[in-house]
């Protein structure tokens, strides 16, 4: 079973900068879409910014301008690079990937295990 590994949280302080990372933990045949959401207490998980395999890229309003998505499919990895943190962006991050794990798989979405992003001077 695929794993999605989440790397790069943790605490930043105002206009500061922070670059997430996310890969399988082992080897797939394909990924597709690749995604970034976002979730604070109580509320429900965001979409901030996807990315598709021929590299169109989408950002919520919110983050738009400051937030960067990329993605090496070499590495069938995924990265959020943040600048310009404010207290808002504080939530846990999580990745999605749609991906075929064999070839003779279907796609299927798989989620990291979120990492946690904190804003705070």
């Known amino acids: 079973q695929v794993q999605l590994v989440e790397s790069g949280g943790g605490l930043v302080q105002p206009g500061g900068s922070l670059r997430l990372s996310c890969a399988p933990s082992?080897?797939?045949?394909?990924?597709?879409?690749m995604k970034w959401f976002r979730q604070t207490p109580g509320n429900e998980r965001e979409l901030v910014a996807a990315?598709?395999?021929?590299?169109?890229?989408q950002y919520s309003d919110a983050v738009k301008g400051r937030f960067t998505i990329s993605r090496d499919n070499n590495k069938n990895t995924v990265y959020l690079q943040m600048n310009g943190l404010n207290p808002e962006d504080t939530a846990v991050y999580y990745c999605?990937?749609?991906?075929?794990?064999?070839?003779?798989?279907?796609?299927?979405?798989?989620w990291g295990q979120g990492t946690q992003v904190t804003v705070s001077s």
């Open positions: 999605e990937m749609t991906l075929r794990e064999y070839t003779f798989s279907r796609p299927d979405n798989y």
């Open positions: 082992g080897r797939i045949y394909i990924a597709y879409d």
């Open positions: 990315i598709t395999n021929r590299r169109d890229t």
